[in-house]
């Protein structure tokens, strides 16, 4: 497995893998219902939920709807505090901003806070060419860049790994990239992040630039803010003298108070915490506190084509908590790895297809990779209508050519037919219901429904037939039309 | 002064051409509550969010605050502590442990030797269970409450104590460096089980000085 | 009042006896019924497999069909949701008139009729499955329950997960057959967990799914509409 997702077969055909893999479905239900349950009693501690997802909502739509004017402050408050701003219109210009910045410091490895724009840039490896080791340092990072893996999970990247696993990757691994995982470690969670506090410490104690994303930018302030458990996240944002954060355009909100809203509805929508254990918010640079050398690159890579859709765009309000992959039953079964993108789950099938475009495989079949349940959408604490936008994407791709959606879209017309001539759906169905005794419970070319699944008995006779035989003549009152349109 | 980028002008002119025309959207209500806590049962939630998550919290009177934070230190057999340039005096004065004073040149190896750390703090959120440190004179630089494995924080209640994090807010300087604080380092990447004790201290002390 | 029952497409051809259940409940609590036969499909499958512009006509034919009905009724959630959520952004004044008049069954019994015990007789074991339509688009809430709950005889059992989506999902179910089966098998599963005789559900179609799962694995639990629970009486029982 490599850290890329380059020609990713579609999202059914990489799900299958993962339905048949039993201790990653464990693990995955196993996670997702604990933290599940967590989630809603912390947001049932506050009765004005309702009013902060809206209040997040307005924030966010208000932000995009005049994000130019917000960059531009944002920018103006950065460089006023000491910070550079770099400006990157896709993945490869901000790899190489990046990589230049680091090599101007002399320095040929760097620590890093878990952040998902550098994840979706492929960062590490743009670093790795240029002969620069990127170390992540958040415990789960850790446990995905030690085992060569990709993460499955926004907030969580190894929840695809149980206790077992990351023991065995720990004691393997850990000594190859510098010290050892001590020896007799066992499974304990305490035990395995005391292994990670004893590896990380050193590197975070030598580093020279540290390199971060972050949950928001206050434009009026120009302060970042990255939430995290850890201390990792305090480690790489204080102690080296050059700090680099990438960060998408969408993270930016306009005023200090608005933060007040999110400090709520994040820690409780993604860990379950009233708070998480460390926030920390930084304006530019400050003299003898932190790194003297502040860089922020913002980043397009496809932000602004999303904005220029009408409804896919509220897709820009997500904050990454993690939500919707917790309650979603399809990301419980399918894995994170099954959605191809470092965004997996619900919020991925809307985002990956609008930030790469529906040309890929994988991209043109994650609109499909829900069962438009409305859970996600629930959760969300920016409101994002996910169902919505999942439909709105299959309407793209259903019209953007391609033989299979050739035939639907055929299949689909002649549907149409029929339901437009209701006596042509009536003679359908007595045909059917006619020859019903011969009907198998397993129809050849119905292989999709009827490997796993037995159809229903067809009945003896449609409803509109026992309804003229039975109540046509007397029980309807006037009125509406009888015609049968045929 | 930023870097002449012709991507910047790229950017924002998508940016204007992907909203144009689109409805203004208004900014935020804020009908949500600045507190869900009546003001006389701040300091015993706070107290007791602080242990839900696995701080130990401690209650004293001013008179009794010295006795107290040498006994936390000896407790957790530290021998040393590092000093904020603006911690009050009498904080330390029942202790004899080696006072490292944060100094702009004090690497964070040297810090990794030090046991344990004193401060104060800018506020604290009864709801949430959450300190706030500004790099104040009693608080120090950022990294003094980072390297050291156990931190001692004295708030002053009741007039330190907020209830809800909207009320926080106007009380901070969002210019200055900023760290939240509630409970001690944790995890939750393994089975999003939560653990404590990561990267940062394991162990965090809140004092309450009341009157 | 004008009532007027849309049965939907699937009710029609494959479960007719929901539509007559429906027919009789109705009936036996002295609304008046008509079915206008011009009825067919309100579109939802073209809808959400992607073809919006493909369904608008069947959105202004529907509309018109039941146009001049004060209400109208349907034995499904996801249907009436469908008309409830998307008829009134397509662009159509005629179907977005006919958005609200639109009732999932169990909604017109409770807040149109203003009953709770419909007089049915069902000497069953009977667990509830709220489908995801019913649950989060129309809000259904715990009418269905209370429903339920004053059926002479009935033992209810509570199904672990309930609120969790039984894989279904319209084209879902074959465009990503085996997360769909996955699915459905976990519901299934919960369902036979709690030993009860029946699985009630307020849609057909998910109850084909996992009906078609439990029928598979031979599994004796036997899925069944709620209107046909509450149209069974001492006098017409279901059987």
């Not at chain 1, 947001?43 to 209040?55: F, G, I």
């Not at chain 2, 006994?71 to 957790?76: D, F, I, S, W």
């Not at chain 2, 401060?119 to 440190?133: K, S």
Request: proline fraction near 7%; charged fraction near 25%.
């Amino acid at each position: 497995m490599s850290g890329t997702f380059v020609g990713m077969p579609s999202f059914p055909t990489a799900a299958r893998g993962a339905l048949a893999d039993e201790t990653l479905r464990g693990n995955l239900r196993y996670a997702t219902h604990t933290i599940r349950d967590k989630r809603a009693k912390a947001v049932a501690e506050l009765d004005d939920w309702a009013l902060l997802r809206e209040a997040g909502k307005q924030i966010k739509d208000h932000t995009l709807r005049n994000l130019d004017r917000y960059l531009l402050q944002l920018e103006e408050a950065v460089t006023a505090a000491g910070g550079v701003v770099h400006w990157a219109a896709d993945a490869d210009e901000a790899n190489r901003i990046v990589a230049d910045l680091v090599k101007a410091t002399g320095e040929s490895e760097v620590v890093k806070v878990k952040s998902m724009a550098t994840q979706e840039i492929g960062l590490n490896e743009a670093l790795a060419a240029e002969g620069i080791s990127a170390y992540e340092t958040d415990l789960a990072e850790l446990i995905v860049q030690l085992g060569d893996d990709r993460p499955s999970h926004i907030l969580v990247p190894a929840i695809h790994r149980n206790r077992g696993e990351i023991r065995t990757i720990f004691a393997s691994e850990m000594g190859k990239w510098g010290r050892a995982a001590p020896d007799g470690l066992s499974d304990a969670p305490g035990e395995l992040a005391e292994a990670a506090r004893l590896h990380l410490r050193e590197k975070f104690l030598r580093a020279k630039v540290g390199i971060s994303g972050a949950n928001f930018m206050v434009a009026e302030t120009g302060t970042l803010a990255v939430f995290e458990s850890e201390g990792n996240g305090r480690m790489c944002l204080t102690l080296p003298e050059t700090l680099i954060s990438v960060v998408g355009i969408e993270k930016v909100v306009p005023t200090w108070r608005d933060l007040e809203v999110f400090l709520q509805t994040l820690p409780r929508s993604s860990t379950a915490e009233r708070m998480n254990p460390y926030t920390t918010m930084w304006t530019g640079t400050t003299d003898g506190d932190g790194p003297s050398a502040f860089h922020l690159v913002l980043l397009d890579n496809g932000r602004t084509a999303t904005l220029a859709d009408e409804t896919g765009r509220q897709a820009l309000r997500c904050i990454r908590c993690s939500a919707c992959l917790n309650v979603c039953p399809v990301y419980e079964r399918a894995g994170g790895h099954a959605y191809g993108s470092v965004y997996p789950g619900p919020i991925g099938a809307i985002l990956s297809p609008q930030l790469r475009g529906t040309g890929s495989e994988i991209d043109a079949s994650l609109p499909y990779a829900s069962s438009l349940c409305g859970a996600c959408y629930e959760v969300c604490p920016v409101a994002i209508d996910i169902p919505e936008v999942l439909v709105h994407l299959r309407d793209r791709v259903a019209h953007q050519g391609g033989r299979g959606h050739f035939l639907e879209r055929a299949a689909i017309k002649a549907a149409g037919w029929v339901f437009e001539h209701p006596g042509v759906l009536a003679a359908g169905e007595r045909a059917a219901t006619a020859t019903r005794k011969l009907h198998p419970s397993r129809v050849p070319g119905a292989g999709a429904w009827t490997n796993s699944r037995d159809l229903p008995p067809m009945p003896p006779e449609s409803f509109r037939d026992w309804w003229r035989r039975n109540r046509s003549q007397g029980a309807a009152p006037a009125g509406g039309r009888k015609d049968d349109g045929s | 002064m930023s870097p002449a980028s012709p991507s910047r002008d790229r950017i924002l002119a998508r940016v204007r051409a992907a909203v144009d025309g689109a409805p203004e959207a208004p900014g935020p209500a804020r009908t949500y509550r600045d507190t869900h806590t009546p003001e006389d049962g701040r300091v015993d939630l706070l107290a007791e969010n602080l242990a839900d998550y696995r701080a130990l919290v401690h209650r004293s009177d001013e008179a009794g605050l010295p006795a107290l934070v040498a006994r936390l230190l000896a407790e957790h057999g530290s021998g040393s502590v590092a000093v904020p340039p603006g911690l009050p005096e009498p904080w330390l004065a029942g202790t004899d442990v080696t006072r490292v004073p944060d100094a702009p040149g004090t690497t964070a190896a040297e810090l990794d030797a030090v046991d344990s750390v004193v401060t104060g703090c800018a506020v604290a959120i009864a709801e949430t269970g959450t300190i706030v440190l500004d790099a104040g004179p009693d608080q120090g630089r950022r990294r003094i409450t980072l390297v050291p494995d156990h931190h001692i924080c004295v708030v002053r209640a009741p007039e330190q104590v907020v209830g809800g994090v909207p009320q926080a807010m106007p009380r901070l300087d969002p210019t200055r460096p900023l760290t939240w604080i509630s409970g001690p380092s944790a995890t939750s990447d393994i089975e999003l089980d939560r653990v404590e004790g990561v990267h940062g201290p394991r162990t965090l002390e809140v004092i309450l000085v009341e009157g | 009042m004008r009532v007027a029952l849309f049965v939907t497409c699937v009710n029609d051809a494959v479960y007719p006896a929901t539509g007559i259940a429906t027919v009789r409940l109705l009936e036996r609590l002295g609304v008046e019924v008509d079915f206008p036969e011009a009825q067919t499909c309100c579109g939802q499958p073209q809808y959400n497999t992607g073809y919006r512009r493909e369904t608008v006509p069947l959105a202004r034919r529907t509309a018109r069909v039941f146009d001049g009905y004060d209400h109208v009724v349907t034995p499904s959630g996801s249907c009436a949701a469908m008309v409830r959520d998307h008829y009134p952004a397509m662009g159509d004044s005629a179907a977005a008139a006919f958005a609200p008049r639109m009732y999932e069954l169990t909604e017109f019994l409770v807040d149109v009729l203003g009953v709770t015990d419909v007089g049915a007789y069902f000497p069953h074991s009977v667990t509830y499955h709220p489908s995801c339509h019913g649950l989060r688009l129309l809000g259904l809430g715990d009418r269905p329950r209370k429903l339920l709950n004053a059926v002479k005889g009935i033992e209810l059992r509570e199904l672990p997960g309930a609120q969790e989506c039984c894989g279904f999902g319209g084209t879902f179910a074959v465009k990503n057959a085996d997360v769909s089966t996955a699915m459905g098998r976990d519901k299934a599963r919960n369902a036979v967990s709690t030993g009860a005789e029946v699985l009630c559900g307020g849609d057909n179609s998910c109850l084909m799914h996992i009906g078609g799962v439990l029928s598979r694995e031979s599994q004796p639990v036997r899925p069944l509409h709620i209107a046909e629970i509450l149209a069974s009486t001492e006098e017409e029982p279901w059987s």
